[in-house]
């Protein structure tokens, strides 16, 4: 496999498009035409970045939360958000200050140890993660066009490899961010059923929860499908990727006159899109609040009962929101797991990487996107529901990123990695909380009644 610290661009790269040249540079489309030919190419990876969280193994988690404590768990969200943005603006600035993603920072500035660790963890949570999402998607698709769930998730592994390998990245992230749209489904479910609006306020605001192991397992549950490590990985990379598409961009350190401006710009991108992320997690807990959980349905066993369940209890039309909301955040989310894993494997071994490069240019890279995608064809012939494996998925990335939150603020502060762009103090300290209450929620966990 080809050895490069430092690739080359890809002559497509010198390209600019409109969602990433530089303000100033080059020949700029009319406003009009630029909403014309793509209303959100003004939207950069944090919005990709945050509707990818919302996965099928975070809609797992959150319908389960919902289900099993009904409105007592609703507080999560407001609490993850800043979190969640400071660690992801942190991930997008070392990107974007250094020009090379979050491993190959790991690989220059800390022991071989610490990667190997990291990046190791990292590929068997995404594997399983991408696993249990494609059997969910699959099981999803038969309950709405009844055709066989394994027929239809062979379909989405072929068609998540096909716009991976064969569709170059300013064109491939054009439909992902249409897709980011689905999301929207979980709030339209709250349209078909009754919503006690003040008791949701004062339970967010006020939760009743008993300090027990199975609170404090879907708290780590929560909080790791919320903060997810594969997420560090990918928006830091793909800063990356939008900075190689334009001709004159260049990394931070090497141009600071344009510090300013990107800096504002992350920020803006990365809390807009942590924002309608934690939004639309909210309501679904919310969602299966109100139905699951109030007609006694306590434990989501499959992603087909998720959806399912709420036929009879909201209608048909929330039933198919919901499972159309499941395939479209899918759809999304196992590029993103298999992206991340590749893009941190190939950074730690030196080898060509990036979407917007050929597949006979980055084999390593495209193959452990295509091992890591055909892996979910296992889940199908596991004797473990593909919903609880989603949700154990969950509890695994919560218990990764607590290291790994460390090792991303320690990198976001070092001026000898990010020159004169460190993150801001606010940001930094709200990372070093982020670490603080996820230890403390896996130790919760671990012990139980610690906190009692």
């Known amino acids: 496999m080809t050895s490069a610290r430092e690739p080359p661009p890809h002559p497509e790269a010198n390209i600019p498009s409109p969602a990433t040249a530089d303000p100033g540079h080059g020949t700029r489309e009319p406003s009009w035409k630029k909403l014309k030919l793509h209303p959100l190419a003004h939207v950069g990876p944090g919005l990709i970045t945050g509707v990818a969280d919302d996965d099928p193994s975070g809609i797992a988690t959150y319908s389960q939360a919902g289900a099993q404590f009904g409105l007592n768990m609703l507080w999560t969200m407001p609490l993850s958000f800043p979190m969640m943005a400071a660690v992801q603006s942190m991930c997008a600035l070392i990107g974007r200050a250094t020009g090379k993603g979050l491993a190959a920072n790991i690989k220059l500035a800390f022991p071989p140890v610490v990667l190997k660790a990291v990046v190791a963890l990292l590929l068997i949570a ?17 309950l709405v066009t009844r055709i066989n769930r394994h027929a239809m998730t062979a379909f989405f592994v072929a068609l998540t490899l096909m716009l991976q390998i064969a569709v170059p990245y300013h064109r491939y992230v054009f439909y992902l961010k249409w897709l980011t749209l689905s999301l929207l489904a979980y709030a339209a479910v709250l349209f078909t059923v009754h919503v ?33 490590p594969y997420l560090f990985f990918w928006q830091a990379s793909e800063e990356v990727e939008d900075m190689r598409l334009s001709a004159t961009a260049q990394p931070l350190a090497q141009d600071p006159a344009a510090g300013s401006a990107e800096m504002i710009r992350i920020k803006w991108d990365t809390w807009n899109g942590m924002l309608y992320s934690n939004i639309a997690a909210y309501f ?41 909301g499941i ?36 084999r390593g890279f495209y193959g452990v996107i295509a091992v890591s995608v055909l892996a979910a064809m296992i889940i199908q012939y596991s004797p473990i529901p593909p919903m609880k494996a989603l949700f154990w998925s969950a509890v695994i990335n919560g218990v990764v990123a607590v290291p790994l939150v460390a090792v991303v603020a320690l990198l ?36 139980p009644g610690l906190l009692h």
């Open 126 to 142: 995404n594997v399983l993660n991408i696993s249990a999402d494609i059997a969910a998607m699959g099981e999803v698709a038969e």
């Open 196 to 228: 006690p609006w003040k008791d949701v306020a004062w339970r967010t605001l006020w939760p009743h929860l008993t300090f027990g192991s199975d609170a404090a397992t879907m708290v780590v549950a929560v909080l790791g499908t919320t903060i997810s």
């Open 284 to 324: 679904i807990i919310l969602a299966t609040a109100v139905t699951l959980h109030v007609a006694g349905v306590t434990d989501i066993t499959t992603a087909a009962q998720a959806a399912g369940a709420l036929r009879p209890l909201a209608g048909e039309l929330a039933y198919l929101l919901f499972a159309l």
């Open 327 to 362: 395939l479209g955040v899918g759809l999304i989310g196992v590029p993103v797991l298999a992206g991340s894993a590749s893009y941190a494997l190939c950074e730690a071994m030196d080898w060509q990487w990036g979407l917007e490069r050929k597949a006979k240019d980055a």
């Open 412 to 447: 976001a502060s070092r001026r000898s990695v990010m020159g004169a762009f460190t993150a801001p103090k606010p940001v930094i300290c709200l990372g070093w909380i982020t670490a603080a209450v996820m230890g403390i929620a896996t130790l919760w966990m671990v012990i």
